[in-house]
DNA sequence: CTGTATCCTTAAAGATACTG
DNA sequence: CAGTATCTTTAAGGATACAG
């Protein structure tokens, strides 16, 4: 009986992604990298994560390539690479639906640049600056796209053509 | 012995989210939706996912205020919520970072709006549109602060004036 | 302070078979 | 087609204690 099923298999970037930083724990130590907590002691006491938990996180994370160690071997830091780095606005969406879906009493931290002027909400955008939503999106097979995805979209364009 | 820590009871945003929509099969059910993928069959065969995770997961999902069905009950048809189709952005933004660092032969899939463009790199940016990076940003206390959330940002804000 | 070593518990995940 | 019931396996997650 196979483990778990694993997502890296899935011809998909969310897949992949999930694959990565998927699990409970991955996006939260990263957030607080993020905010400048790069000790173990740091992280370990903002989340109340097991240290066992922890320890194993940030060699995963480090074997993708996400975060790197400096500092001592007896004393690291942890900092993200750019990799990591990227994760930001993933990251920052997540924190915004948390806002506005699950925080009864206001968002818990404001997210602000150096000058102190407050983030908007992120959209997802054409680069002539139209907003594309959930309503108004459409997905198209890419070069990196196998057989069965593209049979995937192929189907459901079909069903709904048929639907209209 | 506890089972697992709940991160709905950490005061973050961002933990509240992952507490919904956290675990490894969740957000590629959404995406399913988000497609068109609306059948209870589709979205099985497409992800391959265990019936029995599936129906479970459906289930909270709907509880959740994520999904609601439509259709008959012997077939039912799954649609996203206001509340889920809000997960847009954090789910295309996953899918970005998937793309850039884990699609070697290109993405899977390409998004567009319903006239082809196609989307651009999400940002996070400021009212007036400045772009707020990793590395320009800044974290302070909200509305929804706990005393914890304080005192930690404060001691990183306190550590990080030190090192400078 | 930063881990590792162990041990333990439980929930996650899946296969199979059955029902309306 | 859309599940549910049941069972099995294993990995996830955590507590505790110890080490450099």
Redesign the interface.
């Given at each position: 009986m196979p483990p778990?099923?694993r997502?890296?298999a899935?011809?998909?970037?969310?897949?992949?992604?999930?694959?990565?930083?998927?699990?409970?724990w991955t996006?939260?130590i990263v957030?607080d990298l993020?905010?400048?907590?790069n000790r173990f002691g740091?992280i370990q006491k903002?989340?109340?994560?097991?240290r066992t938990m922890l320890a194993s996180r940030l060699e995963q994370l480090e074997r993708n390539g996400i975060l790197e160690r400096r500092g001592t071997p007896r004393r690291p830091l942890y900092f993200?690479t750019k990799?990591g780095?990227?994760?930001?606005?993933?990251?920052?969406?997540?924190?915004?639906?948390?806002?506005?879906?699950?925080?009864?009493?206001?968002?818990?931290?404001?997210?602000?640049?150096?000058n102190?002027?407050?983030?908007?909400?992120?959209?997802?955008?054409?680069?002539?600056g139209?907003t594309?939503?959930?309503?108004?999106?459409?997905?198209?097979?890419?070069?990196?796209?196998?057989a069965s995805?593209r049979a995937?979209?192929e189907a459901?364009a079909a069903?709904?053509r048929r639907a209209r």
């Open positions: 778990r099923t997502l890296g899935l011809n998909c970037s969310l897949a992949q992604a999930l694959d990565i930083v998927g699990d409970w996006l939260l957030r993020f905010i400048g907590a740091e903002s989340l109340g994560i097991a993200l990799k780095r990227d994760l930001f606005p993933a990251l920052v969406a997540l924190m915004q639906w948390g806002d506005r879906w699950a925080a009864p009493v206001g968002p818990p931290m404001r997210l602000t640049d150096r102190g002027r407050a983030a908007a909400p992120i959209a997802v955008q054409t680069r002539d139209a594309i939503t959930g309503e108004n999106a459409r997905f198209a097979a890419g070069p990196g796209a196998a995805t995937f979209i459901l069903t709904r």
